[in-house]
C-alpha cells in the first residue's frame, strides 16, 4: 500500500515492527495520516459495526468533519458501491437540525469514505452507559428532538434503519442529533456484504418484527419500533429486550414488556405510547412519527418544562470510584524496543511504563499493559494491527523505541487505528536526559487527543536531575520484581535519589511504597513509610501514586477505613492504575463484599494482565467460596507469573483441602522449597510448615510457634496476620481446636479483616461453633462494617 504525505513524511506504516527492525535512527514518522489527499486526521472518534469514525481536517475547505471510513466489506461490489452512493445522494436532502449532514464521499486506496457534519458531545449509548435511567422531563426532551429529526428524515423519503443509542448525539450546545441515515439502507441492499445479525441488517435490540423476519417491505414504521425501545430504556435504564435473541416468540408475537415494570410511577399515557410504538404488527403502531413527535409534545408540556430542557449534567463525583467502561477508548501499549546497549534494558521498560502511567490519568481512556502484547514482540514477521488488536481487544496500539546517546535520550512513538492500520498520531522526540519523563507527558496528552478523549483527570511533576531520573528509573525497576531482595535494592537506589530531591512527589510516593511492601517481611519503617507517603500527597494533591503509597502504608498500619479512603482516591484520581483497583478489590474482597471486589480486580487485569497478586487473590477467594475449578485457573496464571507466589498459594489450597496423601510424599516445586530458605525471612516458617504437615502429617520436631512469632513481627500488621492466619490453619488441619481459637482470638485483636477466610476456610470448620470463635467473629464484623461504611461515604 502507497501513502501519502504530510509535511513530506510518510504516514502509512507497513507494520506496526517497522521501529523494532528498521534503523533506530529513522526519521519518525509525521504525526498525521492523509487520506484521499485532503483529509486530514485529527482524532478516532469511534469504531462501530459499519466502520471507524475520526475527527478530520478538510483542507481543501479548512472545516473539520466527521469522517467514516467504512469496513471494506461492506461496499466491496459496484452493485453495492453504487447503491451506497444513492443513499448517500439521498440522505443529503435531509436538512433537519437534529440529523447530522452528509457531505461527501470518497476514496482513499481502496477504503471509501463518508464526510458527514462534526457534532461535538458525546453519544446517546455512552450517556445512558454513564449515568443509567434519564428523568423523565430529559428524557422526553431527548425523544421528542430524536422524534422531530426522524420526521424530517421521513419527510425527505428516507428511513434510517438502525436507529440505537449508539446513533444519537447529545451535542455541546443542546442539540440531539441523528447520524448513519442511509447506510443501513446501502448495506441492505448489497446481497449480504453488509449483515450484521444472522443475515439482518440493524442492532438486534432495536429491531422491528419486519426487519428480524427479513421482509423486503420495511418502512418508516421500522425507526417507530426503534423509537420506542430507545424512549423505553431512557426512562429504565435498560433495553426492552436485553441480551434475548431477536427470534424469541416474545418478540415476534407478543406485547413488548411495560416499562413501567422497570420505572414504577411512570406516566401511563408514556408507557401506552412506548407500547404502541413497540407493537409487533406494524399497522397497530403510530402511523408517522409526526404522531409519536405529538404526544411527546404534548406530554413534555404537562412537565417542568426548566427540567425538560436541561443540558445533561456533568459527571459528577461519587463515593465509589467508577470501574473502567466499556465506552473508554482502548490502547496497549507495546514494550518500547531498547535500541541502544543491553544495560539500558531498563530504560527502555521503565519508559513504557512510566507512558502507561501517564496514559492513565485520562478520564475515558482505558490502558492495557505491556505484558498484555508481549507475546507478539519476537514473533519474526511482519505485525498487522488489525489482528493484534482484534486479539486483544483495543482500537488503538502504540509501539516505540529508545536510544540513550551522551547526553540526551530519543524516543520515537507511533500511535496505529486497528480498524483500518491508519497511523493516529507518531512523533520522534530527542531530550537532555533531565527531560525523559517529560517527554511521556507530552506524549500522553498527545495520544489522548488523538483517541479523542483530553480530560486529564491527574497531574505529574516528574524529577529532571538527570542523576535522580536514572537512579528513579532503576529503582522502579527493581521494585515492580516484587519479592524481599529487589524491593531492598530498588529501595536503597529511590532512597539515594530521594536525597538529591528531597521534595519530588514521584520519590516520595515510590519510596513509601517500598518501604510498606518491606514491612510485610518486618524490615524496613513504616514511620518513614506515611510520612513520605503524605508528603507526597501534600506535594501533588491531584495525583493517584501518591494515594496508593498512602493507602498501601495504611494497609499495613492496620488503618483500614483509612486505607481504603486513600485506595479509592487513587483509583478516582487515576483510573487507569491497575494496582489502585488491584489494592482496593483484595481489601474489599477480604472484608466480605466478595462481587465488588472481584469486580474491580478482574478490572484491574483488563488493565494491567500482570499486576501484582490479582491471580493469587481471585483463586483463593474462588477456592474459600468452593468454585474450585475457577480457582485453579487462576493459579494457572499466576504460575505464568511467579513459580514461587504459585506454589505459596498452591501448598495452602492444597492443605484447605486436607489432603494429605497418605504417606505419599507432597510434591512441590524443587525451585519453591529452596527458595523457601531464602525468600521471606521467618515468614517462610508458616509455609515451611505448610510443606512439613501435607508431607508427614505432623509437625517436624523443634518446630516453632507461629503464633509465637506473629508476636515478634512489630512492623505492621499484615505479617503478624498472615502467621496468625497459617497458624490456625495448620492447627486446623492438625485438630488442634484450642490452638486454632487462640489464633484467631489473636488475629481478631490485632485487626483481623480478612472476614471472607474467617467464615468459609474449611480448616476453621470445627470452631465455628464455639463461643470464642463467634466472640472473636463478631469483633472482626464491626470492623469489616467500619471498613465497608468508610468506602460508601461521600
Not at 458501491?81 to 470518497?106: C, K, P
Not at 505479617?719 to 497459617?726: A, K, P, V
Request: hydrophobic content about 45%.
Amino acid at each position: 500500500m502507497g501513502s501519502e504525505k504530510v509535511s513530506g513524511a510518510e504516514t502509512r506504516p507497513t507494520s506496526l515492527d517497522d521501529t523494532w527492525r528498521g534503523s533506530p535512527d529513522r526519521p519518525a514518522a509525521g504525526e498525521r495520516q492523509l487520506l484521499a489527499g485532503r483529509y486530514e486526521i485529527l482524532a478516532l472518534l469511534g469504531a462501530g459495526s459499519m466502520g471507524t469514525v475520526y475527527r478530520a481536517r478538510d483542507l481543501e475547505l479548512d472545516e473539520v468533519v466527521a469522517l467514516k471510513v467504512l469496513r471494506r466489506d461492506l461496499v466491496d461490489s459496484p452493485a453495492s458501491l453504487e447503491l451506497f452512493r444513492r443513499e448517500v445522494r439521498l440522505s443529503r436532502r435531509v436538512t433537519h437540525r437534529n440529523v447530522a449532514r452528509v457531505f461527501d464521499i470518497g476514496e482513499h486506496e481502496g477504503e471509501r469514505l463518508l464526510t458527514m457534519e462534526l457534532v461535538e458531545g458525546e453519544s446517546l449509548g455512552q450517556a445512558l452507559a454513564r449515568e443509567g435511567a434519564f428523568a423523565v422531563p430529559r428524557a422526553l426532551a431527548v425523544a421528542l428532538a430524536i422524534a422531530e429529526g426522524l420526521g424530517g428524515a421521513h419527510e425527505a423519503g428516507v428511513v434510517h434503519r438502525d436507529l440505537k443509542p449508539d446513533n444519537v448525539l447529545l451535542a455541546r450546545d443542546g442539540r440531539v442529533v441523528i447520524t448513519d441515515f442511509g447506510v443501513a439502507r446501502a448495506i441492505a441492499g448489497a446481497g449480504g456484504a453488509g449483515q450484521t445479525f444472522n443475515g439482518l441488517v440493524g442492532t438486534p435490540a432495536y429491531m422491528a418484527p419486519e426487519q428480524i423476519e427479513g421482509r423486503p417491505d420495511v418502512d418508516a414504521r421500522a425507526d417507530i419500533y426503534a423509537l420506542g425501545a430507545l424512549i423505553s430504556e431512557l426512562l429504565t435504564g435498560e433495553r426492552v429486550w436485553g441480551g434475548a435473541s431477536p427470534f424469541v416468540p416474545e418478540r415476534l408475537e407478543g406485547p413488548a414488556p411495560d416499562p413501567r415494570a422497570g420505572k414504577p410511577g411512570l406516566p401511563a399515557a408514556l408507557a401506552e405510547l412506548v407500547m404502541r410504538c413497540l407493537a409487533c404488527k406494524r399497522e397497530q403502531r403510530p402511523a408517522t412519527v409526526a404522531e409519536v413527535a405529538g404526544d411527546l409534545a404534548a406530554l413534555a408540556a404537562s412537565c417542568d418544562a426548566g427540567a425538560a430542557t436541561d443540558l445533561p449534567p456533568s459527571h459528577r463525583r461519587t463515593s465509589e470510584p467508577a470501574l473502567p467502561a466499556d465506552t473508554d477508548k482502548t490502547i496497549a501499549v507495546l514494550s518500547f524496543r531498547n535500541a541502544g546497549p543491553a544495560e539500558d534494558d531498563y530504560l527502555a521498560s521503565e519508559l513504557t511504563d512510566d507512558l502507561i502511567d501517564a496514559l492513565s490519568m485520562t478520564h475515558g481512556l482505558r490502558v492495557r499493559a505491556r505484558s498484555t502484547l508481549l507475546r507478539f514482540r519476537d514473533t519474526g514477521t511482519a505485525l498487522d494491527a488489525r489482528e493484534i488488536g482484534a486479539e486483544v481487544g483495543v482500537e488503538a496500539i502504540l509501539e516505540g523505541s529508545v536510544r540513550r546517546a551522551p547526553g540526551v535520550v530519543r524516543m520515537t512513538l507511533r500511535l496505529i487505528g486497528v480498524a483500518d492500520g491508519f497511523q493516529l498520531w507518531a512523533k520522534r522526540f530527542e531530550r537532555a536526559e533531565r527531560d525523559v519523563l517529560a517527554i511521556n507527558d507530552e506524549a500522553a496528552r498527545s495520544i489522548a487527543q488523538a483517541l479523542g478523549v483530553s480530560e486529564r483527570t491527574s497531574v505529574r511533576a516528574p524529577p529532571t536531575d538527570p542523576r535522580v531520573v536514572d537512579l528513579y528509573l532503576r529503582g522502579r525497576y527493581e521494585y515492580r520484581k516484587f519479592w524481599p531482595d529487589s524491593l531492598r535494592r530498588g529501595l536503597a537506589l529511590l532512597q539515594e535519589a530521594l536525597a538529591l530531591s528531597p521534595d519530588d512527589p514521584s520519590l516520595l510516593a515510590a519510596v513509601a511504597g517500598a518501604l510498606s511492601r518491606l514491612s510485610f517481611y518486618d524490615e524496613g519503617s513504616l514511620d518513614a513509610a506515611r510520612a513520605a507517603a503524605e508528603r507526597a500527597v501534600t506535594a501533588a494533591p491531584e495525583a493517584g501514586e501518591p494515594y496508593l503509597a498512602l493507602g498501601s502504608v495504611l494497609f499495613q498500619t492496620g488503618d483500614c477505613p483509612g486505607a481504603v479512603r486513600a485506595l479509592r482516591e487513587a483509583a478516582h484520581l487515576a483510573p487507569g492504575l491497575a494496582e489502585a483497583h488491584s489494592a482496593l478489590g483484595r481489601l474489599l474482597t477480604e472484608i466480605g463484599a466478595v462481587d465488588e471486589g472481584i469486580r474491580r480486580i478482574e478490572a484491574a487485569l483488563q488493565l494491567d494482565p500482570e499486576v501484582q497478586l490479582a491471580h493469587s487473590e481471585l483463586s483463593r477467594a474462588a477456592a474459600l467460596l468452593g468454585r474450585w475449578e475457577e480457582s485453579a485457573a487462576h493459579g494457572e496464571q499466576l504460575l505464568r507469573q511467579s513459580l514461587f507466589g504459585f506454589w505459596l498459594l498452591e501448598t495452602r489450597l492444597v492443605l484447605w483441602q486436607q489432603r494429605s496423601y497418605r504417606g505419599v510424599p507432597y510434591v512441590a516445586s524443587a525451585e519453591y522449597r529452596e527458595a523457601l530458605g531464602r525468600e521471606g525471612g521467618k515468614l517462610a516458617d508458616a509455609p515451611r510448615q505448610v510443606l512439613a504437615v501435607l508431607t508427614d502429617g505432623r509437625l517436624p520436631e523443634g518446630a516453632v510457634d507461629l503464633r509465637e512469632l506473629a508476636q515478634t513481627h512489630r512492623n505492621g500488621v499484615r505479617g503478624r496476620l498472615y502467621l496468625l492466619q497459617m497458624a490456625a490453619e495448620v492447627h486446623g488441619f492438625l485438630g488442634d481446636r484450642e490452638r486454632v481459637l487462640a489464633a484467631i482470638e489473636d488475629a481478631a485483636a490485632s485487626g483481623l479483616i480478612d472476614r471472607l477466610w474467617l467464615e468459609s476456610c474449611p480448616l476453621l470448620a470445627d470452631v465455628r461453633a464455639d463461643p470464642r470463635y463467634r466472640s472473636a467473629h463478631a469483633e472482626v464484623v464491626r470492623y469489616t462494617d467500619s471498613i465497608l461504611a468508610a468506602y460508601r461515604a461521600p
